[in-house]
């Protein structure tokens, strides 16, 4: 399921025009990305928690020639999925 298909799933289930479907979720796309941004995590009660996590600075190597490489520290986001999603899945 991509973007688009999502968007007709909701709207084809909440009874809304597809372009006041595209508005919810974009609007919940930004809502998710400002929160992480600021640091927060969403927390979706039976769903899942979007989180960031911290990756420490590290020393690679580059695959085409096995020369050592600093990796900066970066963060990534991280979804840990809820019980309610597990079980459904399951």
Not at 11 to 40: C, N, P, Q, Y
Not at 46 to 53: H, I, P, S
């Amino acid at each position: 399921m991509n973007k688009n298909d999502l968007i007709g799933a909701v709207a084809d289930v909440s009874g809304l025009s597809k372009t006041d479907a595209t508005r919810a979720v974009e609007a919940v796309f930004e809502s998710i990305t400002s929160a992480l941004t600021k640091g927060d995590e969403v927390r979706l009660v039976g769903f899942g928690t979007f989180a960031v996590a911290k990756r420490k600075a590290s020393i690679g190597r580059n695959p085409r020639t096995g020369e050592p490489m600093s990796i900066k520290a970066s963060s990534q986001p991280k979804f840990k999925a809820g019980k309610g999603l597990k079980d459904a899945v399951n």
